[in-house]
């Protein structure tokens, strides 16, 4: 549960800089506080989703990210609606702006499973050095 609400916390800092860039980018000046709640509920969703996405378990890797890609896609245009993003950004750079924090969160979770492999390798040696 913990790593999941730091996944959460973490992507949501990643996409409200993400786009603060793009607002940037477009001469935006400000990005207002309901915004940051609006990232932080879609974020959300999104975790919940491919945590459900990851216990239907796929034979293929790649289906598996085609499915969450389509998933998150499919969630930014219905939460984009919702809260009225379209009148501010266009459909296009919502859903690359979607796919490019995926990618970030992705790899981000694989330099965090690399860490956790090499906490687990030393713990396992450290046990075999005491039982010989």
Not at 56 to 79: A, H, S
Not at 104 to 113: A, D, E, G, K, T
């Amino acid at each position: 549960m913990k790593k999941i609400i730091v996944n959460i916390l973490a992507t949501t800092g990643i996409s409200l800089l993400l786009l603060s860039f793009v607002a940037l980018s477009f001469h935006a000046k400000c990005i207002y506080l309901e915004t940051v709640f609006q990232v932080f509920i879609v974020n959300a969703m999104s975790h919940l989703g491919i945590f459900l996405t990851h216990k239907i378990e796929f034979r293929n890797f790649f289906i598996e990210m085609i499915l969450e890609i389509i998933f998150i896609i499919g969630e930014l245009f219905v939460f984009g609606r919702l809260f009225n993003w379209f009148t501010s950004i266009s459909i296009g750079l919502l859903v690359v702006m979607g796919v490019m924090i995926y990618i970030v969160s992705l790899f981000l979770n694989l330099l965090q499973m690399k860490q956790e492999a090499k906490e687990i390798n030393l713990l396992i040696k450290r046990r075999n050095k005491h039982q010989d």
